[in-house]
């Protein structure tokens, strides 16, 4: 096997994962970046930053963690069944053919949130549910949903506060989970979510200050709710911009959305991180590219693929045919005996009353009564 | 981006390999898909789709790790390998499937999500391999399966026997579990259409669009993995993994009322061209009914006769590997019409339903009502319950009554629930007598949940999972024994083990019963008002005790302060 172009990969951001690739026509991109959203009972915001904007970008679904808490593409009551749109023109769906939810429905609990943030799953937690990055991983966190001053609500039961939330990002740092860190929420009074963070490296985005409620854009009759946010609505319009090439930074960004438009003032906070924001392009935490080498050079390779090892031994001894198992033995059944369970010795209740008894057998007729007997 | 999927594209990109579908020689793994269309009295249409996978391999020999994968998806392979997995059956279903009808589907499966695994007997730790499988699973799959415990798994003693090949069936390997909530939609089908070898992009998978699919009253798709044998002797073992579909299209919301179906109009995709990985690639049409019911176009002179669930019927059959199935157009688009009502359809056989009695907030009944509507032959049914913890079941209620007559099971097996780690398992052989309506009820009382364990929309109700009804049906017609390699995939699922009958699992309704919620803003009330008490109250009672009051002098102007400070330190007494 020859191959005309070996791509090389300058190491990578995932600990002790490299990967060779070796096919001329597909380049793979390995992107460094991660992409974790969160939304309460707003979908369609998550569903289009994520399906237009993120994914155009170049962030993979393996880099994403998406939390749903509702379920309402396949709801009975959506009158087009798995279909979402951010527009009442109904152009886009945003719940495409390749959404993969990773947290939904009962599962999205600030519990959970946490423990991706922090890390802290059960060993058995698939890599989808996984936050995996480490020290060179720049993270943007979207979070929609209703919320006040200084927390934000799941699910109708329970809250984040705003302290939860920088602990949380402090337990991160101390870990060395994150690089940079752009945080972006869409709820009322969101301001008060970021003020109290502490940890260096954090940049965060609210679309309305302590006091003032953000708003929704556009209701759809149809189904009696809206289907989205202003800030996120006019967010998702700059957003169309760029492309993965674009030098826009992050003082655009702050730009999005004034008043005029979104009748609340979003905030921004940037003492805590190091760069300035003028400097910072929003493709760090949108998208990613990686740099590639590629080399001219013809590498041989020898086939990998060893021919099965026959089982000559086991085929002489199974030589009589196997059989399917019977779907329903009646007879078996009716005859089936109980399980043996396992004995075990008898229960503290059962050993107390037995000495009980025995004890009071001792007391009335006395030991020395007792040859009587034997 | 998972790399598994990008070397499984890659090794199947046909510029690489080829337009063939032969066997290599070094592998022997091959590829088949099939799907059958059958019109329904009702004027809805039935669609189910086969993927079925055959790999020759030993994932469980020791010492010797699989490590290359062609057809056969890797995370499913390593799923088996790392958990010793004899067998596995998972599903998830939006829809109930009406029997009445629709008659018998050839895959049944329960609404939500259902899991059931048969582990190797070299296994030491079950419900461990138990836990971390469907954890991976629900990353697979991106379902909420980690909500699988030992709260709703069940051990089932008599149901569910293996499928696949084996002699020894030890029921400690055995664990079911169903999750009645869980919800089908666009993030479940695209793993499940990733795990194909040609993925969504050629061959039958094609027509597989989440918006036309979930736009319909049943939908259902299922993995199911299991031993079989590889060639007609049966001497040796293979490895088989079926991908399932199964959908119903409605008449009304789908069909937009008009009894005229094509694939356009079910998938808003045509065929265009097979799998080039398959072996074999055939659409099957039921056309039974044909020409009474409906006329079917573009004629096809290719037919095949199969017996499938106690029934012959008679199949127009489109073989997508042949170039001629396409015509002019290069494209496939099957036309079904109506030509009048097709009047009643053969009611099926065995049938059940069921649902809670009573009122109130403390007790109720479960009726299962099981139907025989055979003219003159019984058979025997399994019944298995699973029920939750939460709702206490009296077993001495327990009543079981066919033709209003006792009827005793012949074998009963009760597990009673542990609150809060086990549900409760009730599995009953019963003889079902001909012509006749069989109903088993057993009282209940509800519990009270702690307030942490009820879900943020308890007023919802909690879901019980379906009954399973496991029989041997009498067949009109004798089924077919012999295993054939060029079987149509649909008639191969259930082996078959005598002519006389064939086996059948119905699954009922789930049920949704409220438990007695308590108000959740009680203890934001109580803190509010047992605080303003203790403030008020006792805060005015405990300051009137300990406050003492001081009298407290007016400062003096500055002259004076002055004087203050000079007469201190000549030792004289003070101005006030």
């Known amino acids: 096997m020859e191959l005309r172009e070996f791509i090389n990969f300058p190491g990578l951001t995932f600990p002790g994962l490299k990967i060779t690739l070796l096919k001329p026509d597909i380049f793979f991109k390995q992107w460094y970046s991660w992409y974790s959203k969160i939304h309460s009972s707003h979908l369609e915001s998550p569903l289009e930053v994520f399906h237009n904007h993120v994914y155009r970008l170049g962030i993979p679904d393996s880099h994403i963690v998406l939390m749903l808490a509702d379920d309402m593409a396949c709801n009975y009551r959506n009158p087009k069944p798995a279909t979402v749109f951010s527009h009442k023109n109904m152009e886009l769906n945003v719940y495409g053919d390749d959404v993969e939810v990773d947290y939904r429905g009962y599962e999205v609990t600030v519990e959970n949130f946490l423990r991706v943030l922090t890390g802290r799953l059960p060993p058995s937690t698939p890599r989808s549910k996984r936050l995996l990055s480490d020290d060179r991983s720049n993270i943007l966190i979207y979070l929609t949903g209703h919320g006040g001053n200084g927390f934000l609500k799941f699910q109708d039961s329970e809250e984040i506060s705003n302290m939860e939330l920088a602990d949380a990002f402090e337990q991160m740092w101390q870990k060395r989970r994150y690089n940079e860190l752009l945080f972006i929420i869409d709820t009322c009074q969101g301001a008060s979510m970021y003020e109290r963070f502490y940890s260096p490296n954090l940049m965060a985005l609210a679309s309305s200050q302590v006091g003032e409620d953000s708003l929704s854009h556009q209701p759809d009759l149809g189904i009696g709710v809206h289907l989205m946010d202003k800030y996120t609505f006019y967010l998702l319009e700059f957003l169309e911009e760029v492309h993965p090439a674009s030098q826009a930074n992050m003082n655009d960004l702050f730009k999005v959305c004034p008043q005029s438009q979104c009748v609340s003032t979003p905030g921004h906070r940037t003492d805590l991180f190091q760069r300035d924001p003028g400097s910072v392009l929003i493709t760090d935490f949108f998208g990613s590219v990686r740099k590639v080498e590629i080399t001219k050079d013809t590498i041989n390779l020898t086939s990998p693929v060893e021919p099965p090892i026959k089982r000559s031994g086991s085929s002489d001894i199974q030589i009589e045919s196997l059989t399917y198992v019977d779907q329903l033995p009646v007879a078996e059944i009716i005859h089936q005996k109980p399980k043996q369970k396992d004995w075990h010795p008898p229960d503290g209740f059962i050993l107390g009353l037995w000495t009980l008894i025995l004890l009071v057998f001792f007391q009335t007729y006395g030991i020395k009564h007792l040859k009587h007997i034997f | 981006f998972r790399l598994s999927s990008l070397i499984g594209h890659i090794s199947t990109c046909p510029s690489l390999i080829g337009q063939c579908c032969q066997r290599h020689p070094g592998s022997v793994d091959e590829f088949q898909e099939e799907l059958v269309i059958r019109p329904l009295h009702s004027g809805d249409i039935y669609a189910s789709f086969q993927f079925r996978t055959l790999w020759d391999t030993d994932f469980l020999q020791e010492g010797q790790k699989v490590s290359h994968y062609r057809l056969f998806p890797k995370s499913l392979g390593q799923v088996l390998s790392k958990f ?133 009253s049943f939908h259902s798709q299922a993995v199911h993995i299991r031993p079989v044998c590889q060639d007609e002797q049966c001497t040796s073992k293979a490895w088989e993994l079926r991908q399932t579909l199964n959908v119903v299209f409605d008449l009304y919301t789908a069909g937009q009322g008009k009894k005229e179906w094509s694939l356009f109009k079910m998938f808003s995709r045509t065929l265009t061209e097979a799998c080039p990985l398959a072996t074999s690639s055939k659409v099957y049409v039921d056309i039974t009914d044909n020409p009474e019911l409906f006329e079917l176009s573009p004629a096809t002179p290719l037919l095949s006769q199969a017996v499938v669930l106690g029934d012959r019927r008679t199949y127009s059959v489109f073989d997508l590997t042949r170039a001629e199935t396409f015509g002019q157009l290069r494209s496939l688009n099957l036309l079904l019409r109506w030509k009048g009502d097709g009047g009643e359809m053969l009611r099926p056989l065995l049938h059940a339903e069921r649902y809670v009695a009573g009122f109130g907030l403390q007790t109720g009944e479960i009726h299962t009502v099981i139907y025989n509507n055979h003219p003159y032959r019984a058979f025997p049914v399994l019944l298995m319950d699973s029920v939750p913890w939460y709702l206490q079941l009296y077993i001495h209620t327990l009543t079981v009554t066919s033709k209003s007559r006792d009827n005793k099971p012949s074998y009963i097996h009760y597990q009673p629930a542990k609150d809060r780690h086990r549900p409760h398992l009730l599995e009953m052989l019963i003889q079902l007598p001909p012509h006749s309506m069989t109903e088993v009820t057993v009282q209940f009382e509800r519990a009270l949940l702690k307030w942490t364990e009820y879900t943020p929309d308890p007023n919802h109700g909690f879901y019980v999972g379906s009954s399973v009804v496991s029989a041997l049906v009498p067949s009109m ?55 303003t008490v203790v403030a008020v109250g006792y805060g005015s009672f405990y300051n009137l005790l300990t406050r003492t009051f001081q ?25 006030t």
């Open chain 2, 84 to 216: 010793s997995v004899r067998e596995l059956h998972i599903s998830f279903t939006q829809g109930f499937w009406r029997t009445m009808q629709w008659g018998q589907p050839f895959i049944p499966s329960p609404p939500g999500a259902e899991l059931w695994v048969w582990f190797h007997d070299t296994v030491s730790d079950v419900d461990g391999n138990w836990k971390e499988l469907t954890n991976v699973l629900s990353g697979i799959f991106c379902a909420s399966l980690n909500f699988i415990d030992l709260t709703n798994t069940v051990q089932p003693s008599a149901s569910f026997k293996p499928l696949g090949l084996g002699n020894a069936t030890d029921h400690r390997f055995l664990r079911y579990a169903t999750l009645p909530r869980e919800i089908v939609c666009t993030e479940n089908l695209t793993p499940w259409k990733k795990l194909l070898p040609c993925g969504s992009k050629a061959g039958l998978a094609v027509l597989l669009k989440s918006e036309k699919l979930f736009h319909s």
């Open chain 2, 477 to 531: 017609v004798a089924m077919n024994t012999n295993f054939t390699q060029d079987q149509p995939l649909f008639s191969s699922f259930v082996p078959v083990k005598e002519e006389s009958s064939y086996f059948v699992r119905v699954y009922t309704e789930p049920l949704l019963v409220n438990l007695p919620t308590p108000d959740f803003s009680m203890p934001y009330n109580v803190i509010c008002l047992t605080c």
């Open chain 2, 551 to 575: 009298v407290d002098e007016p400062s003096l102007p500055l002259a004076k302060r002055l004087a203050n400070l000079i007469r201190r330190i000549r030792g004289v007494p003070l101005l």
